[in-house]
């Protein structure tokens, strides 16, 4: 495996998280706690190596620059400061629900 595999590698572990946070969801809809903590400590830890691996790919690889003009220039940039605020937005939120949860802390 290369760097440039990576890209895929990180399609493929957001998505399994995605996947993993859903299901944990129908869990807890359900009663099946065990079930819900089950798949959101996978989920967490599928989305940590997913974090790892994009950042190693992008210290290897650098800024790739996006080439295309027209309307879909402005579009792609709104999009991703967008993306970019959530992502880091959701770092800090996920590690405090996380530990929150592992505490028991429960809201209801």
Do not use: W
Request: aromatic fraction near 12%; proline fraction near 3%; glycine fraction near 4%.
């Amino acid at each position: 495996m290369t760097v440039h595999d990576l890209p895929a590698v990180n399609a493929t572990l957001n998505a399994l998280s995605g996947v993993l946070l859903f299901v944990g969801y129908l869990f807890i809809r359900s009663g099946r706690v065990k079930q819900h903590r089950l798949c959101m400590l996978s989920a967490f830890a599928t989305s940590s190596v997913f974090l790892v691996c994009y950042l190693i790919y992008h210290a290897q690889v650098g800024s790739v620059r996006f080439t295309r003009e027209g309307f879909v220039r402005p579009l792609y940039f709104t999009i991703l400061v967008t993306h970019v605020v959530l992502a880091a937005t959701i770092v800090p939120l996920a590690v405090a629900t996380l530990t929150l949860a592992l505490k028991r802390r429960f809201h209801q």
